[in-house]
């Protein structure tokens, strides 16, 4: 079956220690999103990609950083991770930007910053 | 700007009785609206989506959705609840004019009673 893959499923980190989430998708779309989504909230969009694409929210923090090596992969760099960014990272692809295409979530990377 | 407003943090019904989980949105041009539901520790998988190709959109696992631009509604219901739809609903609008991006409602979080 065609998915988003994120990997690890859990991810401990120390604090201000870098840490890099990935995730991959077999769909073949153009757009892949980052999403921090903290206990009983929203998903909130950091950035995404259409194509190589990159496009960044306006409140994202710069500690956030994200690379698109191929279409297949997207991944999500934390470079010195607080408490504050402990969270589950999700992502998501869709076939188009600006349009009715929905958004294809993998199961996310829960992150814990010790 | 659009948004969406979910009304009611937490519904709990009775196992058969009717879902009702209400949505508003604000965009100043005609939305993509979405349903989508969270099951813990996992991704958002889409429910149903408005288009404009109807105003009653039918969905997966029973659930529907109405498109009522007059009272700028997108209420989700189900006429009889499961056990297994226990679950967090995010209601999110995506606008015509809109670059890829996708905002989602603060969430329902939905119980069941036996």
């Known amino acids: 079956d065609a998915m988003v893959i994120q990997n690890p499923r859990y991810q401990v980190t120390q604090f201000g220690k870098p840490v890099t989430l990935s995730c991959s998708q077999t769909?073949?779309?153009?757009?892949m999103y980052w999403y921090q989504q903290k206990s009983s909230q929203a998903p909130k969009l950091l950035f995404h990609?259409?194509?190589?694409?990159?496009?960044n929210e306006a409140d994202t923090p710069d500690n956030f950083q994200s690379r698109r090596p191929n279409t297949s992969f997207c991944f999500l760099d934390i470079r010195s991770p607080g408490l504050g960014d402990a969270a589950m990272y999700l992502c998501a692809t869709s076939s188009e930007q600006g349009s009715n295409s929905p958004l294809h979530f993998g199961n996310g990377t829960r992150l814990t910053v010790t | 700007a659009q948004s969406v407003t979910q009304l009611g943090s937490h519904v709990s019904v009775s196992e058969g009785a009717l879902v009702l989980l209400r949505c508003n949105y604000s965009?100043?041009?005609?939305?993509?609206l979405f349903w989508y539901v969270q099951y813990p520790n996992q991704g958002l998988q889409l429910l149903l989506k408005y288009t404009s190709a109807a105003t009653l959109v039918k969905g997966i696992n029973g659930f529907e959705a109405e498109f009522k631009k007059s009272e700028t509604s997108f209420h989700l219901t189900k006429p009889s609840a499961h056990m297994s739809d226990a679950a967090e609903y995010f209601c999110a609008v995506n606008a015509y004019s809109s670059a890829s991006k996708i905002i989602f409602g603060s969430g329902t979080r939905l119980s069941i009673r036996p």
């Open positions: 990609y259409y194509d190589k694409d990159f496009n």
């Open positions: 965009s100043s041009v005609p939305p993509y």
């Open positions: 769909l073949n779309h153009n757009v």
